[in-house]
């Protein structure tokens, strides 16, 4: 008698797989998708450098565009976040006019703070601005947008956005003393007169602002007397409802 316990079972082999032979047609068809594909990726990516290099605007547009939405959306990071890097672009183009503007004098904004109203401020602002004006050749909307972010920044006492907005808008409209000045002042204001004294040389670079700036260090500077944020605010404000 056979003892079925010592019988064993071997695993049924699966079906062998039958690949489609070298040069079959299911081949030729994957390779021919491949190929167009490549292709496609290979004309995307030229187009997109020679935007980048020859058509600013496009990818300028494109940012703010997306800046816009997520403001009306009230998302405020993205915000910010696309504005600067349309303005990024925007002073890359406008340095090839105007070489003495120095974008290393720029400090890195730093993270938005965790304080609800200052973010309340700026979104209501952010969400009121028209994106569109911004695409017209050296509009001066672009430095207003970051003024009025330093300001808003200075209203909630958040030192540390101050400056990074108020040098983007002098860097945005470097022939406008009031903005260097508005810095300069700032500087003197909470004892950083080593940056103080650096923005007014700034100022020097340009031909229009330069008789301010030099009857500011005159008046000012000399003598140990600055203005109060407040008053630069006020003639500022007073300038650019003529802008």
């Known amino acids: 008698m056979i003892n079925t316990d010592l019988c064993y079972t071997y695993p049924r082999m699966s079906e062998p797989v039958n690949y489609p032979p070298p040069g ?3 081949n030729k068809v994957a390779l021919l998708f491949l190929t167009i594909i490549f292709i496609l990726l290979l004309f995307i990516i030229s187009e997109s450098i020679y935007i980048i290099r020859n058509q600013p605007d496009k990818i300028t547009g494109i940012y703010l565009n997306l800046a816009r939405i997520s403001a009306q959306k009230k998302f405020l990071k993205p915000t910010i976040k696309f504005l600067d890097k349309a303005t990024q672009l925007t002073l890359n183009h406008r340095v090839q006019d105007r070489p003495q503007i120095n974008l290393k004098n720029i400090q890195k904004l730093p993270r938005i703070p965790n304080n609800q109203n200052l973010k309340q401020d700026f979104i209501n602002y952010l969400s009121t601005v028209n994106y569109s004006a911004l ?3 050296y509009s001066a909307d672009w430095s ?3 003024y009025d972010l330093g300001s808003i920044s ?3 006492l958040e030192s540390d956005l101050v400056a990074p907005f108020w040098q983007t808008a002098v860097n945005l409209a470097p022939e406008w003393s009031h ?3 508005l810095l300069a002042n700032y500087y003197f204001s909470i004892n950083k007169t080593d940056l103080a004294y650096k923005q007014i040389d700034y100022c020097l670079t340009f031909t229009y602002p330069q008789k301010a700036c030099n009857r500011f260090l ?3 500077t000399q ?3 600055t203005d109060p944020i407040e ?3 006020e003639r500022i404000n007073i300038l650019k409802s003529d802008w």
Do not use: C, D, M, V
């Open 179 to 181: 903005f260097h000045l």
């Open 135 to 137: 695409t017209a050749p």
């Open 231 to 233: 008053l630069w605010q």
């Open 218 to 220: 005159r008046e000012n």
């Open 24 to 26: 079959s047609k299911k």
């Open 223 to 225: 003598t140990g007397k």
């Open 144 to 146: 207003i947008i970051y």
């Open 154 to 156: 200075h209203k909630n």
